[in-house]
Every structure is written in C-alpha cells, then in structure tokens.
C-alpha cells in the first residue's frame, strides 16, 4: 500500500491527485488515527503520517486529512500566533492553493479570498501569474507557495505580484531553496523533463533557488523578512508537528511608499 501511494503521489497529474484525495482520505484518516503526531490545521492526531516526496522520499510528512505538509503546518502556525489573519477583513490572493489551506480559507467570513492558478481545479481565477487579470493595488495579503520554481520568468512574476499588492499589504512567498547555494542556478535551454530532473531536481522546476532568492524579491520591490518562526516553537512540538527546525518563512511587505 504504501508503495502504491508513493507512485501514485509522484505521477498522477496534480488536479487528477486533488479529485481522487476527496474520496482515499477518509480510509487513510481511520487507518492512521492515533496520538503520536498532531497536526494544527485540523487538529487531528495520528500515530503515524504518510511519506512524501519525488525523488527522495521524505518518511511521517504528509497529514492524512489535510494533506499537510511541514511548510503547511509551519504557517499556519505562523498565522495564527503572529498575525492577524484569522481577525481582520482582508482581500486574499491565493496562487495555486494549497488544498491543506483552500477550504478552511474559503470558510473564513473576514477574508474576501481569492484564488488563482493557471490549472488548478480549486482556482477561481484561470490566469497566468506573469499576466494578472488584478488591478494594481488590490490585496491585503498574497500567498504565493511553491510556485515561483515552476516560473519561466520568475521576475516578471514578482513584478506582477508586487503590483496586485496594497501598500502596506504583505505575503508568504515559499520555494524550495538549496541553502549551499549563493546563487540560483538555471538554464532556459534545459526543456525536457527528464533533463530538468537531472538539472534541478524536478521535472517540472526550471531552477534551483540559491540565497539570492530574497534579493530578487527586494529587486522586484518587496521587503523581505526572513522568518525562522521554528525557534519560538519548543522541541517537543516540533516534533509532534512534524516540522522541518530551521525552515525559513520569506515574509514579504510592500512598503506604503513605493517608487511605482
């Protein structure tokens, strides 16, 4: 079984993945109910979590229910000690959901939430993030996790989300970044799948982001802050969490006076 959830998770085209989890995760849920392990979201215990991963796989990750993640888990524990998102009415941009967050958001009656990809089957908004379909000055707070990776032109994909931003607004921009690296590494030339898993570790990523992922954030206009909110948080709960210690939060702010 677990082989089979393994492959299922790595080839299964994401929105295919997306439909069928409504209806495995139920069983996966009774099957896995215990103690050892708590995921925040949901507040649902287990006594163990599922694997996860496409080329390494990474062993007690995936949350049965919500489909979690550590950078799930993360923020939303991020959000809830250290932000205002779950009080304040805000207009939300959400890019490619994730289906951990999706519903409890959408559930929200101080958000008015928004969400945008170019072929999730959660996204209000089909529209490619290097064009939005938005206003300038539009959002409170954007969400924009794991995505930039997938970008061709990741720079005019920060210029866009930098525009649909308020003054004053902010946001969550994860990716995965290789900390042994100063500098992304990418080549528009690599085009294949099986090139682009050799060249950056996933068929479907265009780079691999170094430290200079913040400055590129800073060039497009954001400040950035770089948030390891896991050293507020005690061992034992990092633990039963299930979170990666050190993961950086890029916390991006458009300043209220911008050079627009």
């Given at each position: 079984m677990k082989r089979l959830f393994r492959y299922g998770m790595n080839l299964i085209p994401r929105p295919i993945l997306i439909n069928i989890s409504y209806i495995i995760r139920p069983v996966l849920v009774w099957l896995l109910k215990g103690n050892r392990y708590y995921d925040p979201i949901d507040g649902q215990g287990y006594y163990k979590m599922l694997p996860y991963g496409y080329e390494k796989q990474r062993e007690n990750v995936l949350a049965p229910n919500t489909f979690s993640l550590e950078r799930h888990r993360l923020m939303w524990l991020y959000l809830t000690n250290k932000t205002n998102f779950f009080q304040a009415k805000q207009k939300v941009l959400h890019i490619a959901p994730e289906q951990a967050f999706y519903k409890r958001f959408r559930a929200m009656q101080?958000?008015?939430?928004?969400?945008?990809?170019?072929?999730?089957?959660?996204?209000?908004?089909?529209?490619?993030?290097?064009?939005?379909?938005?206003?300038?000055?539009?959002?409170?707070?954007?969400?924009?996790?794991?995505?930039?990776?997938?970008?061709?032109?990741?720079?005019?994909?920060?210029?866009?989300?930098?525009?649909?931003?308020?003054?004053?607004?902010?946001?969550?921009?994860?990716?995965?970044?290789?900390?042994?690296?100063?500098?992304?590494?990418?080549?528009?030339?690599?085009?294949?799948?099986?090139?682009?898993?050799?060249?950056?570790?996933?068929?479907?990523?265009?780079?691999?982001?170094?430290?200079?992922?913040?400055?590129?954030?800073?060039?497009?206009?954001?400040?950035?802050?770089?948030?390891?909110?896991?050293?507020?948080?005690?061992?034992?709960?990092?633990?039963?969490?299930?979170?990666?210690?050190?993961?950086?939060?890029?916390?991006?702010?458009?300043?209220?006076?911008?050079?627009?």
């Amino acid at each position: 079984m677990k082989r089979l959830f393994r492959y299922g998770m790595n080839l299964i085209p994401r929105p295919i993945l997306i439909n069928i989890s409504y209806i495995i995760r139920p069983v996966l849920v009774w099957l896995l109910k215990g103690n050892r392990y708590y995921d925040p979201i949901d507040g649902q215990g287990y006594y163990k979590m599922l694997p996860y991963g496409y080329e390494k796989q990474r062993e007690n990750v995936l949350a049965p229910n919500t489909f979690s993640l550590e950078r799930h888990r993360l923020m939303w524990l991020y959000l809830t000690n250290k932000t205002n998102f779950f009080q304040a009415k805000q207009k939300v941009l959400h890019i490619a959901p994730e289906q951990a967050f999706y519903k409890r958001f959408r559930a929200m009656q101080n958000l008015d939430y928004i969400t945008s990809d170019i072929e999730s089957p959660l996204a209000d908004v089909k529209a490619d993030i290097c064009d939005l379909p938005f206003g300038e000055n539009t959002f409170d707070v954007i969400f924009c996790n794991h995505v930039l990776e997938h970008i061709m032109d990741d720079h005019q994909a920060m210029s866009e989300l930098f525009r649909v931003m308020k003054p004053g607004g902010w946001g969550i921009f994860q990716v995965p970044i290789s900390y042994q690296r100063e500098l992304t590494y990418e080549d528009s030339s690599v085009t294949s799948k099986e090139e682009r898993k050799e060249k950056f570790g996933q068929y479907d990523h265009v780079r691999i982001y170094g430290l200079d992922y913040y400055q590129r954030l800073e060039d497009a206009g954001f400040i950035v802050h770089k948030v390891d909110y896991t050293k507020e948080i005690p061992t034992e709960e990092i633990n039963r969490y299930r979170l990666e210690k050190g993961e950086i939060l890029p916390v991006v702010e458009k300043p209220i006076q911008t050079n627009e």
